[in-house]
């Protein structure tokens, strides 16, 4: 069956390579270091994006190829689009279609174009592991799913049999495929004693353990992860990884005298310099001498500290600047330390950076803007550190210098304040609030800012009404800009079909209950906590439209585990929130509303379309877009529109 299976498969891509001629990959095979050629003929055949087309992108829906962007523009040369770009050394497997606004051009409707990478003639260690992960983005729905998932696997430990990641996956598919509990219990089982068999394999090393981790977490037995670490602790007390595992725990410890003498005593016993235990502890001590400005002890500590170069050294050195600079202790040795970053500053982290024992860190993908930003945005938060720094050093030339040069570095949010506390302390007040206003344009309601901003200004025009009149021309900007970004960003689709909707009464949501009205709906679960956080910005926009006729909340419950029974308690333990709670039994909404996260709100106008989508959680901003969608919609009823 299983070799029927994987014959369809192969089958299938045959017939998408003949189908899929409008995509030319080169190489066929590829080779980790090779540079890949995507290329897109509009004029093919099966082509289904029209010639006209403005702009191409190539959508991963699966990728290891971790240093390329999920998104790729491709580029016209002549009448073919084309992207280039190199395959890493971690590089195994991505699956990808291409899109230009609303046409997507894929080999089948539940098939994406392919990325394999080889080593000669044999596909590379995970590929084909890599691939059974990808069906479900590319097939959510079939039936056969968890067969073919199967099937890839099976091809995975045929060409790689101590694939450790593949034997787990297989047995966790085949129990998803189980038909009883008994046969779910014996694959269990199985699983069980491979990942125990793994973990006796290096079980004081952190990148098994990890793996070990990795293998309980796949089979859904996070539980496990508590008692591993017990039997670590107990049977390898001395290892490293022990002593780090010890460490956090104590961190727990709500008496600070007796936590600071565990950990000292652990130190006193052994002390591992630059391992992740000892790291760990000296971190810990750090933090806590320099809260209590014992500054002999804090330094002792830090100087243990970031022994091993690895991408976060330059962040790291950042921070013990900043610790001590917080608690103005040690400002000579907090310069040193911000001196020390700024060289390496060039390195700085961003983005994820994942680490494999068999690459290394790898980096993902940011643009070259965003890393520009983050760079400028940093040397300039140790620029302004420093300036702190020479000011407690009674060096005020110095200090005005630095903050000045932070300034022009970055409108970083740290930088500026820093620089604004020094202009403060040298009693330059305007210059100080002049800084803070630049924090201000970009987010007015900015709590922390507007406090500074305030003192400072007052400092130099005691006016509050000048003040207030100042911070309230400010927001109707910001209002005015958001509108006309807002207009740009209309949708006018079709809205979703919702009749899967109920309240918590359980009575159906109908058309009729919508007809003419503008419809904001807010998909959550009572587990998510960015859905949570949304809530009182959401309640806000509520409570200023609630009594208005034209406009209707639905608040839906719509996560994976949650039944209606968990929206009422939820709707009762929170009573704070007045909102109509709705619950979701359409197992489609997501792809009906389009969305794979949560929250993701949707706002449907007058006439049913759905004008505006906002997906994930982007903080207090919500609260002034939704206001601003449900204004300019109610504004074009107005206008005839």
């Known amino acids: 069956m299983k070799k029927i299976i994987f014959s369809y498969i192969l089958l299938v891509f045959a017939v998408m390579q003949v189908r899929g001629q409008s995509v030319t990959i080169k190489p066929e095979k590829i080779k980790r270091g090779d540079t890949v050629t995507i290329s897109y003929d509009p004029a093919a055949t099966y082509a289904k994006i029209t010639p006209d087309a403005p702009s191409l992108t190539i959508v991963f829906s699966y990728s290891t190829f971790y240093d390329l962007p999920w998104k790729m523009p491709m580029v016209k040369k002549g009448k073919i689009w084309t992207a280039s770009f190199v395959a890493g050394r971690f590089a195994t497997f991505a699956a990808f279609y291409i899109q230009s606004g609303e046409q997507i051009d894929q080999p089948a409707v539940d098939q994406h174009y392919a990325l394999r990478v080889f080593d000669d003639e044999k596909r590379v260690k995970s590929s084909f592991l890599h691939e059974s992960y990808s069906l479900s983005a590319q097939m959510p729905k079939s039936a056969d799913l968890q067969a073919k998932k199967l099937a890839l696997i099976g091809e995975e430990l045929r060409n790689n049999p101590d694939n450790y990641e593949a034997k787990i996956a297989q047995l966790n598919t085949r129990m998803t495929m189980a038909k009883s509990p008994e046969e779910k219990l014996k694959l269990r089982e199985q699983a069980r004693k491979i990942i125990a068999a793994k973990f006796e394999e290096n079980p004081t090393i952190p990148g098994n353990v990890n793996q070990v981790t990795m293998g309980y977490l796949m089979i859904g037995e996070k539980s496990r992860l508590d008692s591993l670490r017990r039997v670590i602790m107990q049977r390898f007390p001395d290892a490293d990884i022990s002593r780090d595992l010890r460490a956090t725990m104590i961190a727990k410890e709500q008496d600070t005298a007796?936590?600071?003498?565990?950990?000292?005593?652990?130190?006193?016993?052994?002390?591992?310099?630059?391992?992740?235990?000892?790291?760990?502890?000296?971190?810990?001590?750090?933090?806590?001498?320099?809260?209590?400005?014992?500054?002999?002890?804090?330094?002792?500590?830090?100087?243990?500290?970031?022994?091993?170069?690895?991408?976060?050294?330059?962040?790291?050195?950042?921070?013990?600047?900043?610790?001590?600079?917080?608690?103005?202790?040690?400002?000579?040795?907090?310069?040193?330390?911000?001196?020390?970053?700024?060289?390496?500053?060039?390195?700085?982290?961003?983005?994820?950076?994942?680490?494999?024992?068999?690459?290394?860190?790898?980096?993902?993908?940011?643009?070259?803007?965003?890393?520009?930003?983050?760079?400028?945005?940093?040397?300039?938060?140790?620029?302004?550190?420093?300036?702190?720094?020479?000011?407690?050093?009674?060096?005020?030339?110095?200090?005005?210098?630095?903050?000045?040069?932070?300034?022009?570095?970055?409108?970083?949010?740290?930088?500026?304040?820093?620089?604004?506390?020094?202009?403060?302390?040298?009693?330059?007040?305007?210059?100080?609030?002049?800084?803070?206003?630049?924090?201000?344009?970009?987010?007015?309601?900015?709590?922390?800012?507007?406090?500074?901003?305030?003192?400072?200004?007052?400092?130099?025009?005691?006016?509050?009404?000048?003040?207030?009149?100042?911070?309230?021309?400010?927001?109707?900007?910001?209002?005015?800009?958001?509108?006309?970004?807002?207009?740009?960003?209309?949708?006018?689709?079709?809205?979703?079909?919702?009749?899967?909707?109920?309240?918590?009464?359980?009575?159906?949501?109908?058309?009729?209950?919508?007809?003419?009205?503008?419809?904001?709906?807010?998909?959550?679960?009572?587990?998510?906590?960015?859905?949570?956080?949304?809530?009182?910005?959401?309640?806000?926009?509520?409570?200023?439209?609630?009594?208005?006729?034209?406009?209707?909340?639905?608040?839906?419950?719509?996560?994976?585990?949650?039944?209606?029974?968990?929206?009422?308690?939820?709707?009762?333990?929170?009573?704070?929130?007045?909102?109509?709670?709705?619950?979701n039994n359409d197992k489609n909404i997501g792809e009906k509303v389009g969305f794979t996260v949560i929250p993701t709100i949707a706002v449907l106008d007058q006439q049913g379309k759905m004008q505006f989508r906002t997906i994930g959680f982007e903080g207090e901003v919500l609260q002034k877009k939704l206001d601003v969608e449900i204004a300019i919609l109610l504004e074009r009823k107005q206008n005839g529109k």
């Open 258 to 583: 007796v936590k600071i003498a565990k950990l000292e005593a652990m130190l006193k016993k052994s002390d591992h310099t630059g391992e992740e235990g000892s790291e760990s502890i000296h971190k810990m001590l750090f933090d806590h001498y320099a809260s209590v400005r014992d500054s002999v002890k804090a330094l002792f500590h830090a100087s243990k500290l970031n022994v091993k170069v690895n991408p976060y050294t330059a962040q790291a050195f950042k921070e013990i600047a900043a610790t001590l600079t917080k608690n103005k202790i040690a400002p000579a040795a907090a310069i040193k330390y911000a001196d020390r970053s700024l060289k390496i500053s060039g390195t700085w982290p961003v983005g994820i950076i994942r680490y494999f024992p068999e690459f290394g860190y790898i980096p993902s993908y940011v643009p070259d803007s965003t890393r520009k930003q983050a760079i400028a945005e940093a040397r300039s938060a140790l620029l302004s550190i420093k300036a702190l720094n020479y000011f407690d050093l009674h060096q005020t030339d110095s200090a005005r210098l630095l903050a000045n040069r932070a300034v022009k570095q970055s409108a970083g949010r740290e930088g500026l304040i820093n620089s604004a506390e020094v202009f403060a302390r040298l009693n330059e007040n305007q210059q100080a609030f002049d800084i803070l206003w630049k924090l201000l344009i970009k987010n007015p309601t900015d709590s922390t800012v507007i406090k500074s901003a305030k003192i400072n200004f007052l400092k130099y025009n005691p006016s509050e009404a000048a003040f207030s009149a100042k911070l309230a021309a400010l927001e109707a900007l910001e209002i005015a800009r958001l509108r006309a970004e807002t207009k740009l960003l209309m949708m006018d689709k079709p809205g979703p079909e919702l009749s899967g909707l109920v309240d918590l009464e359980g009575r159906p949501v109908t058309a009729e209950m919508m007809k003419g009205k503008i419809v904001i709906l807010d998909f959550w679960a009572t587990w998510c906590v960015p859905c949570m956080q949304e809530m009182p910005y959401f309640h806000r926009v509520f409570e200023k439209y609630r009594h208005n006729k034209d406009v209707m909340f639905m608040v839906v419950n719509s996560g994976a585990n949650n039944t209606i029974e968990d929206a009422k308690k939820w709707a009762k333990q929170n009573p704070q929130y007045q909102f109509p709670v709705y619950f």
